[in-house]
Each structure stands twice: as C-alpha cells, then as structure tokens.
C-alpha cells in the first residue's frame, strides 16, 4: 500500500533532510579548514582570475585550506597586511618587496606569475613608439613616482632621459586620446585594454622586450610563515598553480568566472576577456612550460637583480625562495 | 535655499516665496543645457558626458549603480551619524568644562589634519575585511566641521538670557539646555548641511583601502576604462545624493527654527592671563597626541614595520644618518605643495563668502548656484580632475582651482548661515528706515556673518591641506600628497609619518594664525565668542 502522502509529512520530510543537510555540509569543513587571506594588489578583475578558479572549484577547500581573497586598491599597500599576519601571502612585485625588505620588512618571493615586466610604453599608430630610441623629443605621460622606471628603461637603451618630456598625469589613458602626451607609461593590460575597448588602436612597446627585467605579480610571505606555515604555503600555492594552468586552458571562461564571482565590481564581459587574454603571454613561457606555473631560474634572479641596481634598490638572490614552488611542483 | 529671507523667519518673508516659483526650475535647467552642450562639445576628450548619456547609462544599469548607492550611502550614514554625535559629545565636554575647550580642539583638529593617505591603509589593518576603514574615514571627515560651528553656537546668545537663568537660580547645566542648545541649533544645522557631502566622500575614498563594492570602486575602474559614462553617472548620483541630503537638513532646520535670531550684546572680553593659558593648552595638547599616538601603537600592537611612533619619527628627522636628506625631500616637496595651497585657499574662502553675499542680495541665483556648489563639492576629485586639467591646464592654475573648490563649499554655506543671522529686532529697525539691502548687508549682515565667517575659515585650514593632498595623490602626481603616497607605495613608512607629523603641526599652525586673526576682529564685533 501506498503511503499516505499528506502535505504535513511532506513538510517533515522535507525540514528534517534540509536540517541533516546544512548540519552535515557545515559539519565537514569545520572540522578541517584552516583559514588562510590571499592579499591581492588591485581590485578584482581578470588579472587574479586563476585565484578565483581555485576558489571556485574548491581545490583549496580539499586541501584543508578556507581562503579569503582580499581585494586591494588605490590606497591599500600588500606589504601592511601581510607583515602583520592579517594575510599570509600578498601579490607584489619585486621592486616593491626589494624596497620593503629594505625598510626593515622579512619578506621572500615565493613564486612569480608575471614573468614579464608588464610595464609598456603605449602610444598611437600615427605617432608611435615601437622602441626606446623612438622616445626622444616625445611627451610622455606617466605619474612622476614612477622616473625611476623610466629611468633604468632610457639607462639599458642608452637614451638620453632629459630628451623626454615627462608630464605627470594621472593614471588613465584620456591624456594620450586628448593629446596632451605622445605616449604613456602604462600596463599592458589596462590603459591599452581600454582604448581598444574605446574602440581606439594603440601600440604598445613591452619594456620587458628592451632589457627592463622586473618580476611582477610575485607571491610573498614572510620568514616567519615560511619557517611555520610551509603546509599552509605549499596548499595555497599548490591551488594557485592549479587555478593559473586551468586559468590558460580557457582566458573566456576566466573572465566570465570573474563577473560572476564578483557580479558588484562593474566589471565588462569583453574587456575582461582582452585583458584575461593578453595577460597570458605575460605569465607563461618556456621556462614555466619546462618547470611549471610561477617558477624562475638563477638567470631570470640575476637580471632582476640587475634592473633593480638601476632602479636604485641593493639586493642579493636571498630575496628569493623556491623552496615551497619546488614542493608544489614535486622537483 | 529657495528663499535667503526666510532664515530671519519674519512672516513677510515667505511672501516673496511665490514669486520665484519658477526660478529653481529655470536654472536647474540652465545648468543642463550648459552642461549637454558642454559634454556634446568635449566628446572626443573623453572627460565628460553629456546628461543625456548619463541618463542613458543610469537607465542601462541601474541595479549595479543602486546596489553601489546602496553600500556607501550604507557606510557614509554610519560614519555621518557616529562623527556627528562624537562631535556633540565633544562641544557638550568643552562647554561644560571650559578648561579643556583648547585642548580638546586641538586634539580634534590634529586628528582631522591626519591625511587619508597615510591613515586609509593602516584603518584596513586594523578593521580588517570590510566597511571599517569606510564608516570610520566617513566619521572623521564630519566630526570636525561639526565640532567647530556648535562650539560657535552655544556660545551665540546674549548675555541677558544668562542672566535670566541665573536669576532663577538655574546652573551651567539649564543654561546649556535652555539657552546655548537653541542658540546653538541653526549651527548645528549648517555643521551637518557641511558633513553630508563630506560624509559621502570620505565613504568612497574609504573603498580605495581595498573594498569589494561600492561607488568609490566603481569610479576608479571607471577611470580606467575610459568610462565617461560610468565615471560621470556616479558623479550625478553621490551629488543628486548630496543635494537631497543638504536640501533636507535645510528643511528640517526651517521647520525647526522659527525664531528670529537674537541680537547678541555681550559685554567685550576683559584681558586676562590667557596667553600664558594658551600655552599650557597648547603644550597639553602635544602630550596628549604624543602619547594617543604612542599609546595606540602600544595597545593594538601595531607593527613596527608601518606603525612608526613619535621616536621613530624624531629618529629620522633629526638623528638618523640620512635626516638631512629626509627633511630636505619632505621640505621640497611642502614648498611645492604651498605653492597652490595658499592661493587656493583665500580664493576659495572669498569665493564662498562672495557667492553666499550674492545670494543674500540676488535670492534668485540661488537656484541655479546652490545645486552648482554642492555638485562642485561632492563629485570626486578624480572626476573632475581631469576636466579641469582639460579646462585650465596642468599648471598652477588648475591645481589651485581644485583646492578653492575643497575650501568654497564649507566656507560658501556657514556664511550663508552667518548673514542670516543677521538679528530680527535690528533689521526691523532697518525696516522702518527703509533702509536698501546693501545698508543691511554692510551694517547688519556681514558683522553677524563675521563669527561664522572665521569657523569658516579655520575649517578650512585643515580641509585645504586634505584637498590638495588627495589631488596631488590622485591627479597632479607632484607636492607632499604624491610624496605620502610614494612612501607608502614604497614602504617607506619613516618618510610617511614624518610627512603626516609635518603635515599635521603646519595645518594646526595655520589655524593657529587664522585663530589670532579672528580674535582681532571678533573682539570687535562678536565679543561673546571670545568669552
């Protein structure tokens, strides 16, 4: 005989095997999850879309790890949080974390995802700059802050940086449309993103192509939590490198993860998926095809030391640490 | 707005309401027609979009922008209420214990005078992930130009009603609730017709410390983007957002305060040992901040690395190797910055006693310019920064129009309050005169604007150095708000607070010498201030 089927055992049913299941999905990871922050450089967009694919197919969760990707900004410094402990790793770049460890900061690079310098001079095709020489006599826009990088770029091509015009501008692309500069100094997956999103043509020159070797987009830590939370390092970083492989497979569904994740960001389809797409030849190279996501040799360390001279920063290779990239890839 | 006579309350005022009925429609809808043509005409430049475009966009996606709205009007309310009633709390102290009125406005202006640079990242670590560093830079971007025009306030009444009270036997405590509280109400006013738009601002800045969500995150990936649209439909919302607040405060206030204001005769302050006083008053208030600031860093267990205390800051100016060098950076970099901040701020400062004079004497203006300068005040200077730039170059000149801009809207309304105060019984005696408005407003107006006047212009001391900081860190690239900011990119966090220290003591002695001008004048004209 059938049972009878009443709406109030079906109520019942219903509620008990809704309360058995949140008991049992908060029951799980309670017990196992550590929670961890991933301190971001930028608010959110494409360029931490690997992070967000590790997030949201749980690769962290199944190693343990409860991660919080903390977005940064125009006025929120990676280095703060992460000394203090409120984030156990924070995205920098090399210059950056030179000049931390240099005011006193215990911080080690533990992997680099830009492997190229994203830094590039862009200009427009009617009056171009396709290499360093073609800077002289140009106005360039850029935020004064950033001389020295202009600096070692004209000392590694051996041009004169007083035959440049420097307008400090703030950081958009409107004066280089406006005509108010020749060329900007910019990222090659912003300001040039949105121009053609504008619908206009630019040209970018990759300084990272003439000499100016920068890690960029690096992963650091302290000695501290290298030394203590190497388990917690070894997952974070191991879902990172998962999150960046299946990141390359497919840049359109990166950036559509990306405005769904984070749907309040005013984020727009297509140009995240230029500068999802345009961030790859920043990020993967033979190198990383040989080794792995986020790895670096003895040579690419050697020229990174060399630019930061120029820029005026000391450092030795000791700023480096492989050790956790080498368990993460099992080398 | 509508109506400047109606602040004196007379009956006959509101008479003359009819009349205009048509002017706020008419110049609303001239600022439109300038602002279209203008958009229509600058399109290529990529700096601002023509209200039709704005309208457009707003249509297209309104339930991101309302959900933005939602978030920092979220976080701009918490900070408006929870600086407002610090700065209550604060007048009440110091009025009820006048001994520590200097210390504690000395405190409060130090505070005020820190820059967002330098305090945005150390609030996010401290509050962590979420709306902390929002609310609480929203709350310290209020308090102070509250604080100011209250203590002004509960010191506007006539001695006659003190005596009054204490006739009946009553103590400080009815005299404040009986006399000073109503004296104070139409400052009060005025200090939160200031904060609205401060309020809001000081929420969207907050987002650059790393907030998720919100109209300050929008606007920076708007810039970005090259994002006309975006960028020009977030300003017309945080300033429709900020009229609406201004225009309510100000209808609140009319219900509120129905009579006339008083005149004031109080009895001109004897000389006593003040200056001695003041220098007890004004060494307490270093120690108190050298050792809030030092305490802090104690108790919440800051670190070092970015949290530097006032040894380390005397370290690196004065006796570490490089102090010469660090002193020399910060002092070229603060010449450059005096450069535009002086200029900008007296020009500021007239602009908003002349404009609030103009009103007073050409009423109909007023709906054409009032909507013009709260636009002015609350759309962010990365908006405007770059049409400005567009309009007046990157030299001197725009550089300083930015900072005038900062200085005007504070200074423009708490003169427009000050001239109403004008007393009822003393221009009734210009009423059977006969007397023109340009006789009321040289004999009767500006004196009674003259206290408000000097709040004014003391505010505006700290609010002119915060202008110039966030337009030299977000715009310009050049001076001691770019120096702050480079530090801090830098890490460099021995030149930050060295700056921040420096920052602050020359922001508290401008106000000093804005203070000892005051003094001259008030003693003429407002005695009872100097009580």
Known sequence: MRPNLTRRTLLGTGAAALGAGTLGLTARPASAQTAVSLQLSWLHSSQFAGSYIALDRGWWS??????????????????????????????????????????????????????????????????????????????????LANTPVLQALCTLNGVDINEIEIIPTQYSAQPLLADEVDCLLCWETDLPVAMAMQGVESLTMLMADHGYAVHSQTYIATEDSLANRRAELVALMSGEVRGWDAYREDTDAAAALTLEMYPDAGLDLETQRLQAARQVPLMFSDLTDANGFGWWTDETVAANIETLALLGQTVTSDLWDRSILEEVHGA | ???????????????????????????????????????????????????????????????????????????????????????????????????????????????????????????????????????????????????????????????????????????????????????????????????????FLGAMVGEFTGAERGMGVLTVRAIRALDVEMTWGLATVATAVAILAYV?????????????????????????????????????????????????????????????????VLDALVFAPDAAATRATIGAALAESAVYLIPGYIAGLLAGAALAILLILVPAVASTAMPLAIALRSVPIVTTAP?????????????????????????????????????GQVMAVFDSYAAGPLARLVRVRIPAMLPAFFAAARMAVPASVLALTVAEWLATGSGIGSLMALSASLSDYDMLWSSVVLVSALSALGYVLVGAVERRVLAIYAPEQLA
Not at chain 2, 149 to 177: C, E, K
Not at chain 2, 280 to 308: E, M, Q, R, S
């Open chain 1, 62 to 143: 199944e190693a343990g790890l409860d991660v919080s990707l903390l977005s940064g900004g125009p006025n929120a410094p990676v280095e703060p949080p992460v000394v203090s402990g409120a984030a156990l790793v924070g995205i920098s770049a090399a210059d950056y974390t030179a000049a931390a460890v240099e005011q006193g900061a215990p911080f080690k690079i533990l992997a680099v995802a830009m492997q190229k310098n994203p830094f590039v001079i862009a200009s427009l095709p009617a009056n171009p700059v396709n290499e360093p020489a073609d800077l002289v006599g140009k106005r360039i826009g850029m935020a």
């Open chain 2, 1 to 199: 707005m509508t109506n400047a006579a109606a602040g004196t309350g007379r009956p006959l005022a509101t008479g003359r309401r009819g009349a205009g009925g048509y002017g706020p429609m008419l110049g609303v809808l001239v600022l439109l027609a300038g602002w279209e043509l203008a958009g229509q005409l600058l399109t290529e430049a990529f700096v601002l979009a023509a209200p039709s475009e704005v309208a457009l966009y707003l249509v297209r996606d309104w339930q991101l922008m309302s959900r933005a709205l939602g978030v920092t009007l979220g976080n701009a309310a918490a900070g408006f209420v929870i600086g407002n009633v610090a700065a209550v709390a604060l007048a009440g102290v110091a009025l009820l214990w006048p001994r520590s009125e200097r210390v504690i406005t000395g405190l409060a202006l130090l505070v005020f005078c820190l820059p967002l640079v330098a305090t945005g990242p150390i609030l996010r670590v401290f509050f962590g992930p979420g709306p902390g560093p929002q609310i609480a830079l929203a709350a310290l971007a209020v308090y102070y130009t509250t604080l100011i025009p209250l203590l002004v306030g509960l010191r506007a009444a006539p001695d006659s009603w003190f005596d009054l009270v204490r006739s009946y036997g009553r103590g400080p405590m009815s005299a404040l609730v009986h006399v000073r509280a109503m004296a104070a109400l139409p400052y009060l006013f005025t200090g939160l017709q200031i904060a609205a738009p401060a309020a």
């Open chain 2, 248 to 312: 309510g405060i100000g209808a609140l206030a009319r219900r509120v305060l129905l009579e006339a204001p008083p005149v004031i005769l109080a009895a001109p302050a004897v000389a006593t040992g003040r200056r001695l006083g003041g220098w007890i008053d004004t060494g307490l208030v270093i120690l108190l901040a050298l050792g809030g600031w030092a305490g802090a860093i104690w108790a919440f267990g800051l670190n070092p690395f970015f949290a530097k205390g006032p040894g380390d």
């Open chain 2, 387 to 423: 049409l400005i730039v567009l309009l007046l170059g990157r030299g001197a000149v725009g550089t300083i129009f930015l900072v005038a801009v900062m200085v005007f809207f504070p200074s423009f309304v708490a003169c427009l309050q000050g001239l109403r105060q004008a007393p």
